[in-house]
């Protein structure tokens, strides 16, 4: 586990285009999972979330996930799991004071921050404390669900504002400036006639 760990540290540049991947993909998969319901997809993404994850960086399915912005790096690896870098105890050869032959989570974070592209900055950021509620969670569901609402708030700013700005076009025509989106079916039914 430990060279895995190693290894996805040393290549985080291409586990951060893999990890967008997976993001992009979750976040076109929320009408589905919204039509199937959060709660049913929630362990069976889980399962797979914690198998990649375990298998790759020694995940410890903590709920909150930032290994994008630690450089690949788990935090909860550290034995002490600090979240915010490392204690003051780190050993010559920034090897760990509890784990004396294991190298500082965070030493390691910053090596693999170096080497990505996006997520580089992102290890200057605080991190708030772990939520231990979350535990078991999946992170992947939790992210993507977040990033659709927010896209989907973008969409009914953006039709509100121009409904806003042709308040009479909206008297005499609301369909001019619309506020809700078609539903699919009524496209398809305009269509057939």
């Known amino acids: 586990m430990y060279?895995?760990?190693?290894?996805?540290?040393?290549?985080?540049?291409?586990?951060?285009?893999?990890?967008?991947?997976?993001?992009?993909?979750?976040?076109?998969?929320?009408?589905?999972?919204?039509?199937?319901?959060?709660?049913r997809v929630e362990r069976p993404?889980?399962?797979?979330?914690?198998?990649?994850?375990?298998?790759?960086?020694?995940?410890?399915?903590?709920?909150?996930?930032?290994?994008?912005?630690?450089?690949?790096?788990?935090?909860?690896?550290?034995?002490?799991?600090?979240?915010?870098?490392?204690?003051?105890?780190?050993?010559?050869?920034?090897?760990?004071?509890?784990?004396?032959?294991?190298?500082?989570?965070?030493?390691?974070?910053?090596?693999?921050?170096?080497?990505?592209?996006?997520?580089?900055?992102k290890i200057k950021e605080v991190l708030p404390p772990v939520e231990h509620t979350l535990r078991g969670s999946s992170s992947w569901l939790r992210v993507s669900r977040e990033i659709a609402a927010k896209e989907r708030q973008a969409r009914d700013a953006a039709r509100e504002t121009l409904a806003q700005a042709f308040p009479e076009a909206r008297k005499n025509e609301p369909s001019a400036a619309p506020l809700a989106a078609e539903p699919p079916n009524a496209i398809n039914r305009d269509l057939k006639k």
């Not at 797979?48 to 298998?55: A, F």
Request: charged residues 25%; positive net charge.
């Open 3 to 39: 060279r895995l760990r190693l290894f996805a540290i040393r290549h985080a540049r291409t586990f951060e285009w893999i990890y967008k991947c997976v993001e992009r993909a979750m976040v076109s998969l929320d009408p589905v999972f919204a039509k199937i319901g959060y709660n």
């Open 45 to 121: 993404i889980a399962l797979v979330e914690k198998g990649v994850k375990t298998l790759l960086f020694d995940c410890k399915m903590c709920g909150q996930c930032v290994l994008s912005s630690t450089g690949m790096s788990c935090p909860m690896n550290c034995p002490k799991q600090l979240r915010n870098g490392p204690c003051g105890g780190v050993r010559p050869g920034e090897y760990c004071e509890v784990k004396p032959d294991m190298k500082c989570v965070w030493a390691l974070a910053w090596d693999g921050a170096s080497r990505m592209r996006d997520g580089g900055d």
